[in-house]
């Protein structure tokens, strides 16, 4: 595993994205501060003693957090196309069972460059069950080579069905004892990397009752994010009220897995009823916008859930259902799927779009929390826009609205993780892109 390494760089010149007790703040002429990976000035001063990149023209923004994805499917773009979620499950499923160590590497590596070309720095990986620990070691070894800060979802399940209906494929279930076990020699050999474990589940029918029990009680001793699949369409409520005469929501409730570090993703058919609950219990969700589309799973809740109290983050979902993996691209149609589905041109503007791509599900993740921009204290996860690289974007009236309604990774110059700069003039610093194309095509 690749060790994480802080490093210290002045941006100088450059537009700033800025927390101001106003809110958010676009400030012009702006020097950043980088020391050992943590910004310590924003202003007019530079430090001639540290390395200067020079920001001249350039717009720079908090690093974007993607809550969820299956960088599994990196390597499947297409698959499934037009069947609806359970038989694109078993589609995407008989790939899980037969996933090799090699093709989990490259998937990782190809979505997890994708991501970052996109302003990404901090991802949810969400893993399906797998009981071979070689998989697992694939994808982190991509991730890290990578330089992204990664929260990694260990899949968990514990109940098999066939169908997938109320339970999990057989063949990728296996005890929980042992996947603990798994997680506790990975948390060990993670340390000190901008990689942490979590427990992913693939939805509320895939644990039973002691399952929950648990999964919430080594979540809550070890202080994990549990994330969730839930309500994506209609099938956790229709088994959830046939095998437990519950609904979903109140089955995981009862269960003891909701609580400040649930994620609960996409959740396209919350009612009012598991809006209030997740409020209470500080849930946050992970809001995936293109997927629910290509899936044909309905629209997310999103004004109500924010109504409601519910903290709501963005992610784009696996390359199986979205087939990007670029968050700009979920940044613009997060906002208009919503106005066009409430038909009001006013919901969702920049700054908040940017608040649930930045901060927006920070407490379930064990990340920083705060107001929408960058400040002196934030750790350096930072993304440096030149709008003048498509003319498509010029000219900059609004760069918000720029970045909303035009953004693309063509405009993503820099990428620093740690004040380390792992994307410089839109390409990795660490790895060999030239070879990864030749690899990903000699997959055909």
């Known amino acids: 595993m690749v060790r994480s390494q802080s490093c210290s760089v002045v941006i100088g010149g450059v537009t700033v994205y800025a927390a101001t007790p106003e809110g958010p703040r676009w400030l012009p002429g702006q020097h950043v501060v980088v020391t ?23 717009h720079l923004i908090p690093g974007f957090v993607n ?17 609806p979620l359970l038989e694109w499950l078993h589609c995407v499923g008989e790939f899980t069972v037969a996933a090799t160590p090699e093709q989990t590497y490259l ?34 070894r991509a991730l890290g080579e990578l330089g992204i800060r990664v929260v990694f979802g260990r899949g968990l399940a514990d109940r098999s069905d066939p169908t997938r209906k109320w339970g999990m494929d057989p063949r990728l279930v296996q005890p929980l004892p042992e996947a603990f076990a798994h997680i506790a020699d990975l948390d060990a050999r993670l340390a ?13 029918r895939c644990l039973t009752p002691d399952g929950m029990a648990a999964v919430a009680e080594y979540a809550a001793r070890h202080g994990k994010t549990i994330s969730i699949h839930l309500l994506e369409t ?98 613009r149609m997060g906002a208009y799927l919503q106005r066009a589905h409430h038909e009001r041109a006013d919901l969702l503007p920049s700054d908040e779009m940017l608040h649930l791509a930045t901060r927006g599900a920070a407490p379930a993740l064990g990340l920083p929390d705060g107001p929408t921009g960058l400040a002196v204290g934030d750790r350096a996860d930072l993304t440096l826009l030149r709008f003048d690289r498509d003319f498509a974007c010029l000219p900059v009236r609004d760069p918000g609205a720029t970045l909303l309604t035009t953004g693309s990774p063509r405009v993503v110059d820099t990428v620093w993780v740690d004040g380390e700069a792992v994307i410089r003039d839109g390409h990795s610093t660490r790895i060999s892109e030239r070879d990864l194309v030749k690899l990903l095509n000699g997959m055909r």
């Open 192 to 204: 000190d990397s901008r990689i942490t474990t979590a427990l992913a589940v693939p939805n509320p």
């Open 107 to 140: 998937a990782a590596l190809a979505g997890g460059l994708e991501l970052l070309r996109s302003g990404v720095t901090t991802v949810v990986e969400h893993m399906w069950p797998n009981p071979s620990e070689a998989v697992h070691d694939a994808a982190l």
């Open 234 to 331: 209609t099938t956790d409520e229709d088994m959830c009220r046939l095998h437990a005469a519950c609904s979903a929501v109140d089955y995981l409730d009862d269960g003891g897995l909701l609580g400040p570090r649930t994620l609960a993703v996409h959740c396209c058919k919350l009612d009012a009823h598991g809006r209030e609950t997740l409020a209470a219990r500080g849930i946050s969700v992970s809001y995936n916008p293109l997927s629910n589309m290509r899936l044909g799973s309905g629209v997310a809740p999103i004004p109500a859930m924010l109504a409601a109290g519910v903290r709501v983050g963005l992610g784009v979902d696996g390359a199986a259902s979205n087939d990007t993996q670029d968050m700009l691209l979920a940044l």
């Open 36 to 58: 050992d990976g943590v910004i310590t000035g924003i202003g007019s001063e530079v430090r001639s003693d540290l390395p200067y990149t020079d920001g001249a023209g350039g």
């Open 67 to 83: 809550t969820h994805t299956h960088l599994q499917q990196s390597v499947l773009r297409g698959a499934g196309e037009g069947l």
